[in-house]
């Protein structure tokens, strides 16, 4: 499976940004997405998932302004990320996971995208 990140760039505090993950492969639908990002000079954070059911799930610090979704017909994932905070300024990677039930740290993630940088100005 190959994951292809991307829609990131530069945006003010308080807009929007959608992401795009695309993925490679027959079995898509099977796949557990995640969500992760990595600030400088920080550890990889889980910011959520998308189960296959459509069924997601948060961490409390974007809970309220990110949505994830997934058209598995387009083998494609997406984060919409809204009100938008300086400290959500990352690279954001999407992941895929199998054979799990609700993985939220990076060792559990099967497949991983290159990334794509999200900058939020102040």
């Known amino acids: 499976v190959q994951l292809q990140a991307s829609g990131g760039g530069l945006v003010q505090a308080g807009g929007s940004l959608t992401l795009s993950c695309a993925a490679s492969g027959r079995a898509f639908s099977m796949y557990v997405m995640g969500w992760f990002r990595q600030a400088p000079g920080k550890e990889r954070e889980f910011v959520g998932r998308?189960?296959?059911?459509?069924?997601?799930y948060y961490v409390d610090s974007v809970k309220g302004r990110f949505t994830m979704s997934r058209d598995n017909a387009k083998n494609t994932v997406y984060l919409q990320m809204n009100s938008l905070k300086p400290e959500d300024t990352a690279v954001y990677y999407c992941?895929?996971?199998?054979?799990?039930?609700?993985?939220?740290?990076?060792?559990?993630?099967?497949?991983w995208g290159q990334g794509t940088e999200v900058t939020v100005s102040s």
């Open positions: 992941a895929a996971a199998t054979g799990r039930y609700f993985p939220q740290y990076p060792h559990e993630y099967d497949y």
């Open positions: 998308v189960m296959w059911s459509g069924g997601t």
